[in-house]
């Protein structure tokens, strides 16, 4: 091959269909022990996937991958990834292959947005692959980005998050694959904490290990049609302390997984002391408080419990603020009056911690745009030639950095105004409601504006559409554009 | 005094005063025509504006003016003719306080929200105040940039808009009082083109004149409650060439004002040469394909001429896009499927050139905010050390201009959210619904969304939030946070 820049990507993508193969063994064991007879639904794309990878794996000089190069795998191999794994959906049940697309990306990029129904009566390793292909989204994005950043020794990495300062003084060490090594300890000890917790409130050990999946790594899969309310309709006797767990372990999602390590090695003041924590809690009680006021105020002689205000409060504000996209009351019901119903939507918008599993524009983005308007006004006053920087967690934030993040806002903006033009052209949705099904797909939000049923009978070209904004989210955006740009493919 | 720079504002602000007088006595003659027997509700505050305006006009030292002095006096100006500019309306309707300062700053903000109704039977005198008010507004937000910037001989401009480098480099002459003297030239030169013609195709002189007033200033105030439709309902003949003259005259004021100097001048290309002006007319032709391909889709079998369609679209594309806000068919009617809807809505959020009468975020801002996008997108795959410039017309946008550009966009949401949650609070509005007021206020764009009726009817809380917003957006956002910063009032 002439190109060595594309023959690097093609081995790359050689190497992640191997691990897939491997990943797609884990359901049959599943399938073994409920005995669905569904192992062959795993074990062809596994082959298929080892095969393929093997065959695709050249022997290239690997001493430098490029940035573009990196971004042209991270993006091809979701793809690629998402292709593959969508086989097992396909072949088992009676959903189109778009469907079985949806649902897989809508997995892997830990979007929660669903198309299948009547979730109870599906196989259990079906479920399980399911939570599985989020579980590993979650953490497996920010992996990605990792390694084909120490790889290739280049700035890969600032060019992914914005934030790259922050992470690369907080590195806990040097070896980047020890950095990654801790980083799934960590992740695999908090799913391992919640299975237990959570089977020991009443949950089926399956039911346990799934949600746990999809908890950690806010992506908001549930084997239930009605989410984390069917503990409680289903008569679960702790179903209430169920939803405090949940509401914890999906805030420990929403958190930049360095904090964790830090505050797992001792350093607790970490959880509080960071600008970016710092607007978590407060938003988080902030927002908490301004809802809890507003249901008052509109129900005055209380429809429910305090104690069941604060909960679904608290449940529904973390759920959307990490993106994880659980529900214990419906986003659109009356318990949530109009301003509680705008400041969620807000909350979409902003989203959890960098270096976290969750999605949306990241909220250390949001604190560098807010701190970065200050300036402004405040260069209005001062002498033409002070020198104002943009000062984070006592860091100067480099131009090229915002530069950056005005991008990826900008590329957001972009593709909802697309993405809701192509949704308003082959649907019935009124034109606000159209913006909302793109707005859930890029912020890897979840389904809270559209049903299953609506969601599943919509067309094939929205379908497609909103599996691009899932992956353009989830991959913030350049990534999927530089595809399209054939300067990137040249050597 | 011992802080010389409130000496210096509080100058300003009274010579101000006294312009506000003199323009308070021009009603006057439409009061004594007409006699509508008003002649004092004119006459009491042009006396007050006059006393007051000379009794606070310093002999100050007017050889320096910083940035912020400029900026309070801009911000502070336009609050206090606003506040004097409504007693007439207190005075002559059934109106409280409130509602006559929320119609006053409409009008010279150039909005063009109403919370007056019954208009036709209300006194000419006010009909053409209100419309002064607007034809005033218009060019004069611009007038004051100008001036309060030659006068600090400071880099003020450059504070308030962006593209700066543009004005500058294409000011016609070197002179900043005669630049002035062109653009009200021109401003006044085709708002009497655009009388006679009205008048020639049969519209009575004042209703000529008052909508000429609105058209020119993209403000978008009629005599009429049904707006311009008004014309075809009322049985004129030639309803249909007024509709199209008033396309062309929004256009004219969507426009650059500099750019009308340049063709007036001999250079025509100008009109299309610019990457503005391209883009002006790329998505006048590109939304209204659009909008009447969306219409055909949902009504094959035509509801109304094929002339109508066109001339109907065309006539909304280019009330939106240059914020005027004046309507021959309501945006929400279902003329307008739900594509066309979502067109228009972010027609809105773009609004209109820079240099021009309307509002909106401005094109060459998005066109500057697109180019860096696509620059980021560019840097993954150039060399770490290439310098890849953002360029608009050949010129090299700053880092500074940029950063300004964001600081007003994000200082647009931040306003939209906190706007939008005041509504929620405050009335019963839905909570899409309760961003679109806030949405139309900043943008001095029009009453797209709400009717009449509902505007009067809510809290006075709301109507002084959609007040500073309306503020806020014509004097791009930054002014208006400068008053609230203790650091800009010190010496
Ligand atoms: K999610
Ligand atoms: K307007």
């Not at 797609?24 to 074990?43: A, E, F, K, M």
């Not at 980005?145 to 290739?152: A, E, H, Q």
């Not at 950690?216 to 899969?221: E, K, Q, R, V």
């Not at 104002?388 to 990826?408: K, S, Y």
Request: with cysteine.
């Amino acid at each position: 091959m002439k190109n060595s820049k594309l023959k690097t990507i093609i081995s790359l993508l050689g190497s992640l269909l191997v691990l897939l193969g491997v990943v797609l063994l884990i359901p049959i064991i599943v399938s073994l022990i409920y005995q669905d007879d569904l192992v062959r639904i795993y074990l062809i794309p596994a082959i298929f996937s080892v095969v393929m990878g093997l065959l695709t794996r050249f022997k290239s000089r690997e001493d430098e991958i490029s940035p573009s190069t990196g971004m042209l795998v991270c993006a091809l191999g979701w793809i690629v990834i998402s292709i593959i794994g969508a086989i097992p959906f396909y072949l088992a049940l009676d959903y189109s292959y778009i469907d079985a697309l949806f649902e897989t990306v809508s997995g892997f990029t830990t979007t929660g947005i669903t198309v299948f129904s009547g979730l109870s009566q599906m196989p259990k390793s079906i479920l399980f692959w399911r939570c599985l292909i989020q579980w590993f989204g979650g953490l497996g994005f920010l992996t990605f980005f990792l390694v084909v950043t120490f790889r290739g020794q280049s700035g890969l990495f600032q060019l992914f998050t914005a934030e790259s300062h922050k992470i690369n003084m907080s590195r806990p060490v040097p070896n980047i694959f020890k950095t990654i090594k801790i980083l799934w300890g960590i992740y695999i000890g908090f799913t391992l904490i919640e299975i237990v917790i959570l089977k020991v409130l009443g949950l089926s050990f399956f039911d346990a290990l799934t949600h746990s999946f999809t908890t950690l790594s806010t992506g908001g899969f549930s084997n239930y049609d009605q989410s984390i309310a069917h503990f409680k309709q289903a008569g679960y006797t702790y179903y209430r302390a169920i939803e405090y767990v949940i509401i914890l372990f999906m805030a420990l999602g929403g958190i930049n997984f360095l904090v964790h390590y830090k505050v797992l090695t001792g350093k607790l003041s970490e959880l509080w002391e960071g600008i970016e924590m710092k607007y978590f809690w407060g938003i988080i009680i902030g927002v908490s408080t301004l809802i809890i006021l507003d249901h008052y105020i509109e129900f005055p002689f209380a429809l429910v419990e305090f104690e069941e205000v604060i909960r679904k409060t608290l449940f529904q504000v973390i759920s959307v603020i990490t993106t994880t996209g659980y529900a214990t009351e419906d986003i659109n019901s009356v318990f949530f009056p109009a301003l509680a119903k705008q400041l969620l939507l807000i909350l979409m918008l902003v989203g959890g911690c960098v270096g976290s599993t969750s999605g949306g524009i990241k909220l250390i983005r949001v604190v560098i745009l807010n701190k970065l308007f200050k300036r402004e006004i405040k260069k209005v006053y001062y002498p033409e030639r002070a020198v104002l920087p943009v000062v984070v967690d006592e860091n100067v934030i480099p131009d090229t950095e915002i530069f950056r993040i005005v991008a990826l806002v900008f590329g957001w903006i972009l593709l909802i105004v697309i993405g809701g033009g192509i949704t308003a052209i082959f649907s019935d949705l009124e034109p606000w409601n159209a913006f909302s099904g793109i707005f859930s797909a890029l912020g890897n939000i979840g389904p809270f504006y559209f049903s299953v049923a609506k969601m599943q009978s919509l067309s094939d070209v929205i379908k497609v559409t909103y599996i691009i904004g899932m992956l353009a989210g989830r991959l913030e955006i350049l990534p999927i554009f530089v595809i399209f740009n054939r300067g990137a493919w040249r050597d």
